[in-house]
């Protein structure tokens, strides 16, 4: 089974700290992905990532930052928290095939920023 | 225009009944298509995927992909209050390092 695993749950954090989220797969997946999801707005893009040290921004990358080091370890970081950050995260990871390449997602981490 | 369309509900439907779930997109090159269900504080699970224009069944899961139109649907079958969940539409781009997409989620409500 895949698993995707992300370091935290429950997190809260203090306006303006520099916030790091940890997500680790286990399937030599290529591709990994965070979104951020609000109620009624549904899971939305920050970044993903389609090989180590390679990114691209989503459709919400703005006051966030990724890391990809190791192709297992894929890394959201908030520069400087802020109350509008306050969000469920998920992280997910798929193959590299061009087909077929479902999303498998972690549990989630809910941030609340205050 | 989003890329990822579906109508948010609540979907209420009978238990028992046919529910419909329906998705629009609009990158055309669009290559893999998605469903997944998500039970409130949970993650999203995939239910279904398709790749090819028409039909695919799984249980009483139904695919429909119509490339043309640029949609996507959802049939459920002999709905279940365990069926009660948020729905979300995914599509991928034509290459390996394309992004997925999601939709805003449509909530589906059976009432026994």
């Known amino acids: 089974d895949v698993k995707v695993t992300q370091s935290s749950r429950y997190l809260v954090k203090r306006t303006g700290e520099k916030v790091f989220l940890e997500c680790v797969q286990d399937?030599?997946?290529?591709?990994m992905f965070w979104y951020r999801q609000d109620p009624g707005l549904g899971l939305r893009l920050i970044y993903f990532?389609?090989?180590?040290?390679?990114?691209e921004k989503g459709d919400i990358p703005e006051g966030y930052s990724v890391s990809r080091e190791k192709k297992e370890r894929f890394s959201l970081i908030l520069e400087s928290a802020s109350t509008n950050q306050t969000s469920m995260y998920l992280c997910?990871?798929?193959?590299?095939?061009?087909?077929?390449?479902?999303?498998?997602f972690g549990q989630g981490t809910r941030l609340t920023v205050v | 225009q989003k890329e990822v369309e579906q109508n948010s509900g609540p979907l209420s439907v009978p238990e028992g009944a046919i529910a419909s779930l329906n998705c629009t997109y609009s990158?055309?090159?669009?290559?893999?298509f998605f469903w997944y269900r998500q039970y409130s504080g949970k993650s999203p699970e995939l239910i279904m995927s398709?790749?090819?224009?028409g039909d695919k069944e799984d249980g009483r899961f139904t695919a429909q992909l119509n490339k043309a139109s640029q949609y996507v649907s959802l049939l459920i079958r002999d709905s279940q209050p365990s069926d009660s969940a948020t729905y979300l539409c995914?599509?991928?781009?034509?290459?390996?390092?394309?992004?997925?997409?999601f939709g805003s989620g449509t909530r589906l409500s059976i009432r026994p």
């Open positions: 399937m030599d997946h290529e591709n």
């Open positions: 990158d055309r090159v669009s290559q893999s």
């Open positions: 990532s389609y090989d180590v040290k390679m990114k």
């Open positions: 398709i790749y090819s224009n």
């Open positions: 997910a990871s798929s193959t590299g095939q061009a087909v077929a390449a479902e999303a498998f």
């Open positions: 995914a599509v991928k781009g034509y290459s390996s390092a394309s992004k997925i997409i």
